[in-house]
């Protein structure tokens, strides 16, 4: 499973911002959200798809931040599951006494 990040650099019309991105084979470069930041750059990615990076506000002050990944849909339905029969499991036991 290979994965790139990195940061493209280019004009939008009225000036030239950096943004970061992660690029996989089957996605292509997929842009990372910026959270209202004028400009942003991924430097790193681990195992568990992480990845480390910056962004910069109007303020020009660049923070850190870090872009965890969206589970896949099975890994939430899972969790789902789990929770409700979590959930059947302490409504039986409150009903049992």
């Known amino acids: 499973m290979g ?4 940061y493209s650099h280019f004009y939008d019309g009225t000036q030239w911002v ?3 991105f992660i690029w996989e084979e089957a996605a292509g470069m997929v842009e990372l ?10 430097v790193a990615i681990n195992n ?5 990076g910056w962004i910069r506000g109007e ?3 660049a923070r850190s931040v870090l ?3 969206i ?11 789990g929770m409700a029969g979590i959930g ?10």
């Open 59 to 61: 303020d020009e002050v």
């Open 67 to 69: 872009w965890n990944p």
């Open 3 to 6: 994965q790139v990040v990195g």
């Open 33 to 42: 959200p910026t959270f209202g930041a004028k400009t942003s750059g991924a």
């Open 71 to 81: 589970p896949e849909l099975a890994s939430l339905l899972a969790l789902f599951t």
């Open 48 to 52: 568990s798809g992480q990845i480390a």
């Open 88 to 97: 059947a499991l302490v409504c039986r036991r409150r009903n049992a006494t």
């Open 18 to 20: 950096d943004r970061a």
